[in-house]
């Protein structure tokens, strides 16, 4: 079952991701909590300073923190094998896609499968 672009999945059914990396490969923001940044340093065996030193920037706005993108526009934290480097403390917008965030065209390169709200989980 397809929906229509940009809009989240009906009432009992999620979008399950299958770790195609997709979502990792398109140009723009990862913002960052304060929370995000104290996980994911914690995580990499890092401190605060050199986590955000080596892998953010601020945002235009100025308004956040972001990750960095390499070169092509992936995230600093997509690997050679299409996996996310920090998948266990990813940051909340990560998580989030495509079940509470989407955009016009997302389905046409991520391969998530709508799933019922009892499975997949």
Known sequence: MLLPPGEPP???FHYVCTRCGACCQWEGYVRLSEE????????????????V?????????????T???RGDGACI?????????INPVKPYQCQAFPNIWN?????????????????GE
């Open 10 to 12: 009906p009432p009992g």
């Open 36 to 51: 995000e940044v104290d996980a994911i340093a914690e995580f990499l065996g890092m401190t605060v300073e050199q986590f």
């Open 53 to 65: 030193a080596r892998y953010t920037t601020v945002t235009a706005d100025r308004r956040s923190l």
């Open 67 to 69: 990750l960095i993108e």
């Open 77 to 85: 934290m997509l690997t050679g094998e299409n996996r996310c480097r």
């Open 103 to 119: 955009f016009p065209g997302w389905q046409e390169e991520c391969q998530a499968k709508l799933a019922p709200d009892d499975e």
